[in-house]
């Protein structure tokens, strides 16, 4: 059979529904600054290894944080590789989830650090501060606070962030606050509201702005720490001048395109949770997620994952991840879908979704 990723991309009839990319429009000035870029030769050059300055002010009017500073990276994923082998030496420890975005775990894991994956599927579908106590040993160097987590889709109140945020301080680790999905979340809090002086923001426009192909992220954190870890970036030679530009115009352009964006997604997410009603033992464990992803749980069906993400993806163009992707323990139990795409892809995850779910019962 051949791999779903490379089946998805050389086709032009897919609902992408697998990894969380945003295929909602943005704003018509962001594709007039990439022709602007290309026409002006200056992809040809080395970008300036600092970023572009106007992208830095609109990160931090963007997170309401300009006290802080702030290094551009390629993507939050390369943000997310430096920071954990520069935060975490061999035989300390992060105080992680599963489920959760295990390639961070994975970078932990190259230096020689250890994650706890406290198990949160179930109940809340989000750490409890009394699991993470229970997690912190000597070792313990930083909390990953995914918020809004990927897969689930779940968000943290006011209340539990100012107690992780206290645990935290009482043990004098840093906090690593993943905020890629904010802007899907209502009434989201940084923990930079609590605990200013150890957290580290990670930022990216993939998501949000639509950008995941060109690759632009940010770390955001204390003046001097990002000072500090300047020095242990891996791109000495700049990040992709048009993904900046396009970020740049994105952002300019933020309030003009987010609502109507937050409004598609919140129909997108109606229409999959009336799919699943008609799946019997099939139900969404987080609704509504506060992310552009969520998970229906299939363990009463009977059902793999995998079967039903290769059903629907090579029998009719629609991608959804099986959850062993983002659950070593839970993965069998849920597939995952985003719907951060065309109400019109939605449409035919709703037709098809049930009817798959029926054939692969008998």
Known sequence: ????????????????????????PTHPLVKE???????????????????????????????KLPEYDLHITNGGTEGLYCLMRYLLPEGSQMITSD????????????????????????????YSIDEIKKAITPETKAILLIDPLNPLGTTYPE???KEICDLARENDLWIVND???????????????????????????SKNCGLAGLRVGAL?????????????????????????????????????????????CNLNQEMIRDAVEMVPEAYLPVY???????????????????????????QHQIFVRAGDYVSATFGEKFIRVSFSIPTSDVERFYEQFPKVMEKLKR
């Open 288 to 314: 509504p997620s506060a992310a552009t992803m969520m998970v229906i749980d299939i363990e009463k069906t009977g059902i793999n994952g995998n079967d039903i993400q290769n059903e629907l993806l090579y």
């Open 220 to 264: 955001v954190g204390p003046k001097d720490f990002i000072k500090d870890i300047k020095g242990h970036m891996s791109a000495d030679l700049g990040i992709n001048i048009l993904g900046q530009h396009a970020a740049v115009a994105a952002l300019e352009t933020k309030n003009e395109w987010l609502p109507g964006m937050i409004k598609t």
């Open 159 to 161: 209340k539990e962030i």
């Open 1 to 24: 059979m051949t791999n779903p990723f490379e089946y998805a991309h050389a086709r032009d009839d897919i609902a992408w529904m697998a990894q969380n990319t945003n295929h909602l």
């Open 99 to 126: 489920p959760s975005y295990f390639i961070i775990h994975k970078f932990a894991k190259i230096g020689g650090a250890k994650t706890t994956d406290i198990p949160i599927y179930g109940n809340n579908f989000r």
């Open 179 to 205: 905020v890629t999905y904010r802007d899907f979340a209502p009434n989201h809090v940084l923990t930079t509201k609590y605990y200013p002086e150890k957290t580290i923001v990670v930022y990216s426009v």
């Open 33 to 63: 600054r990439l022709r602007e870029i290309v026409d002006s030769g200056e992809y040809s050059k080395y970008p300036i290894a600092a970023g572009l300055d106007e992208l830095k002010r609109l990160i931090l009017d963007d997170l």
